[in-house]
């Protein structure tokens, strides 16, 4: 789905310029010509970022972001002529995430809009990338495998277990599943390798090593007690 952007800006040549480059990137686009109606359509519709003018008739740019700020945590690029460092601390302070003073290439406004985009879209992959369950937290970025603030130290199969299971969680997976889906299916070791690496992982996981429960006669599955 495309990214939504929302120009605020008075100047009707400047917004008309900003839009058509940003419509290039296949970005939606909402204009408002003063602060008041960057309100009403903030409020109205699902907004990813907006382009804010500081000097506009009815609410300027500072009051605008004001209020947005006291709901929202969406990225503001602020537009002003002005370039005094006070104006600029006063921004940030308000919450703008970036700040372009006039004259400006807009090419570069682009090029920090996509930079706003990337860090949004790096750090939601980062967040998805986290499990947690029970007090045992995987980051599948990292790889790393926290268990109540502590790290343990698992081997590159004892990780794709563990995850497997996971992924998996309240499935009874037998010794079979576990070791064409864990090894793969060329995998010539037998069911016992699936149940060594579960002892290694139990023993690992400690006061948690029921998380992960024998099914009588078919394999084992991961659980959380309530």
């Given amino acids: ?7 605020v800006e008075d100047e009707v040549r400047m917004r008309i310029l900003i839009k058509d480059y ?3 990137e296949n970005y939606l686009i909402y204009e ?14 699902k907004i990813d970022l907006i382009i804010l003018d500081i000097m506009m008739p009815f609410m300027d740019g500072w ?3 004001k209020n947005i700020r006291q709901k929202s945590r969406v990225p503001i690029i602020m537009l002003t002529a002005k370039a005094e460092e006070d104006d600029k601390l006063l921004g940030y302070e308000l919450g703008a995430d970036d700040y372009v003073t006039k004259p400006f290439s807009v090419k570069i406004l682009v090029a920090k809009i996509k930079a706003v985009f990337n860090r ?8 998805q990338s986290i499990i947690e369950v029970d007090g045992l937290k995987i980051n599948e970025l990292s790889h790393e495998v926290i268990l109540d603030e502590n790290e343990i130290i698992l081997s590159p199969k ?3 277990l563990l995850l497997y299971l996971i992924k998996n969680k309240g499935i009874a997976l037998s010794r079979t599943q576990i070791l064409d889906s864990v090894w793969g ?14 002892k290694r992982l139990r023993e690992k996981l400690g006061e948690k090593s029921y998380l992960i429960a024998t099914v009588r006669g ?8 309530k």
């Fill in 120 to 127: 949004i879209d790096s750090a939601n992959s980062a967040e």
């Fill in 32 to 45: 408002a010509g003063n602060g008041l109606d960057a309100i009403k359509i903030f409020n109205n519709n």
């Fill in 158 to 160: 004892e990780y794709e």
């Fill in 1 to 7: 789905m495309s990214k939504s952007v929302l120009i």
């Fill in 63 to 65: 009051e605008v972001c």
């Fill in 185 to 198: 299916i060329d995998y010539y070791g037998d069911a016992r390798t699936v149940d060594t690496n579960i």
């Fill in 22 to 24: 940003l419509k290039r």
């Fill in 218 to 225: 078919s394999g084992y599955r991961f659980e959380v007690r």
